[in-house]
């Protein structure tokens, strides 16, 4: 790989006990997450407003974002999560036949289900016909996601047991808490993401991850997929009342390497971005921070979206393949949500100098708008 000068760096700090210290926030980039994503009990969280604690808490809203890929295969699921109103949604996209399939469950009065804790924990959603649980498990090592849903004439069946060693070397995360756009509320996320294994079966068509699928002497050998990864985001942040997000994530291998990474702009990001973002690429273990990254859509959503920086670190294009749109309007609530699956072209720069370039590499891109 081609190594040129990177000029842009966003210090590693050593990780605090936690997120909120003394009622204020520990803003900066740490290469081991805490304990616990917590940001409650900020100190005056909206300023000369002196709500009670527990009011201002309500402002928080997390999502849990896992991503899978395969040579075959790409899936995500988003799980919102706040206390009045939430909603999780699975899609399965077929990158030989280009088609894509949708599960949503909407969810009204509910205890929160995306979890707190990032070194043990389980979040699951179960319904009749759905059944979806993603847990982690820092003592074991391991991260399992586990998808049981039941198709109808126009979807098919889909089930998946996935797993991700977190002691291998190509298992890589960090966490990054920043200004929700003032300094007195923030936006904690964790990222962690590396190869997987498992099986996945669609419409009763069975395939092992990353296994020849061989089985004992005398019987066929099971079909399998190679490249195979996935990506866990978990984020709590202070909402404001609108909210229009643009988020890309991608993963795959690149050179052999586990490649993925994640960036976004939102209308709560910090004054200064430059400082604080939460914007990374990962090359195996090793994470780099990127700037902030301006993706631009300048023919719409279904045509090409540019994504630069101003320090020459990302440069790409994202190339739309398939959307799928989700709209609710109730009184208190407005939610336009599209999913995009597509490609991605262009060059990354590591924290190193090495350029990283991707050649028809899919990607998952998100745009939000919430009146919530």
Known sequence: MLKIESVYTRQA????????????PAFGFYPKPFEKLDICGINHAYGDFLLPKFISNLRIKANLVFTFYTSKY?????????????????ILFDKETKKKYAYRRVLGLHKRIVPKSTVRAT???HSKRRHMRISWNETEKK??????IKGDRLRPSFCANLQIDTGKKTF???????????????????????????FITVNGQHYNLQNSGAKAAGQNIMPFLTDC????????AYYP?????????????VEGKQTSFRFGQTNFDPVDDYRHNENMLFVENIPTPLPPVKITMPYGIGKTWIMQDTESMVDLCFEPIAITRRKA????????????FGTVNGTFLTADGTAVNLKNFYAVGKTIRLRY
Do not use: W
Not at 229 to 236: D, N, T
């Open 143 to 148: 991260i399992n996601a586990t998808f049981n």
């Open 123 to 125: 979040c699951s959603s």
């Open 172 to 198: 890589a995360r960090s966490a990054n808490v920043a200004p929700a756009l003032v300094s007195r509320r923030c936006s904690a996320s964790v990222q962690m993401c590396g190869a997987c294994t498992g």
């Open 329 to 340: 309007s109730l009184i208190f609530l407005h939610l336009d949500y599209q999913t995009v």
């Open 241 to 253: 009342l609108r909210s229009h997000i643009t988020a890309v994530t991608g993963a795959g291998v």
């Open 229 to 236: 990864g996935a990506v866990l985001e978990i984020r709590r």
């Open 13 to 24: 700090l050593k990780t605090p006990e936690s997120i909120i210290q003394n009622g204020k």
């Open 74 to 90: 790409i899936g995500t699921i988003e799980i919102f999560d706040s206390k009045i109103f939430g909603f999780v949604e699975f």
